[in-house]
C-alpha cells in the first residue's frame, strides 16, 4: 500500500495501452504487436514440414514451395491449422502467402454443400495441372449453423470425394514464441514513442487511450470503446451476426479481407 505522502505526489495515474497479440484480433488498429512475427513462423514451420514430408535433408526456399517443386512433386494435399479462435487474420494471410487453394476463417463461414464447392475447385485446380493443394483452416472455424469445421473433417472429404493423399499439420502455440521480426521490433517502438508523447500530453482528465495503427499512421483512440468493439465480435460470432463482424473488423476485415 502507498503511502500518504507518495499519493500526496501522484494525484492521478493517466494509462495508454499498445496491443500485444499474434492474432491480430484487436478492434481500431490495422495491426498489433507479435502478427507478423507469426506469419514468420507459419511460414517456416510450413516449409520444414513439407520438407519432412518430402524426406529431404536439404533446404528449400518458399519460391520453391509455392512452384513446381515440393508438395508437387509428391501429388500431396496439406492441411495446415492456425491459431485464431475468433479472428481469422492469420490464416488468411498465411493462404497468401503460401498461395493456398482454399482458406476456412471464423467470420467468413461457408455455406451449406461447401464439401462439394471446395472439391470443385480442388479438382478444377487438378485438371488444370496443379498436382498438390493446400488448405488453411483458423481454430475457430466454422461453417453458418455455428457448427465447428476441423481439419480431420476436411482430410475426410478430401480422401472420400478426391482420394487425395491428405497430411494435417497444426501448428499451435508454436507461432506465439521465437524471435520478433524486423516489422514488430520497428512496430514496437514506434508504438512506445507515441505512447511515451500521449502520456506527456496527458491531462488529469484525459481518458485512457490505445495507441493504434490505421493505414500506416499512428492514431490516439480510445481504449474502452476498442475494447467494447472487440468483446462484442464474440457475441456476435455467437448470434451467427457475421457480416457485423466483419465490419467490425474495420480497414483489415470489410476493405482488405472481405
Known sequence: MASDSELARVKRLNVVGMVGSIDNDFCGTDMTIGTDS??????????ASQARHQGRTTRISLCEFSGENGTASHQRSFILEVMGRHCGYLALMSALACLADWVFVPEDPPGEGWE?????ELRKGRDAGRRYSIIIIAEGAVDQQGKPIKA???????????HHDTRITSLGHVQRGGTPSAYDRILGCRWGAAAV???LDATPETEPCVVTMQGNRIKRLSLMEC????????????KKEFSQCIELRGRCGAELVW
Do not use: Q, Y
Not at 38 to 47: C, D, N, P, T, W
Not at 116 to 120: A, D, I, L, R, V
Not at 152 to 162: A, G, P, Q, R, Y
Open 38 to 47: 507469426a506469419l514468420h513462423r507459419f511460414l517456416k514451420r510450413l516449409i
Open 116 to 120: 462439394t464447392k471446395m472439391c470443385e
Open 152 to 162: 480431420t473433417d476436411i482430410k475426410e472429404v478430401l480422401v472420400n470425394c478426391l
Open 197 to 199: 508523447l500521449a502520456l
Open 227 to 238: 475494447v467494447r468493439k472487440t468483446k462484442e465480435i464474440g457475441s456476435l460470432m455467437s
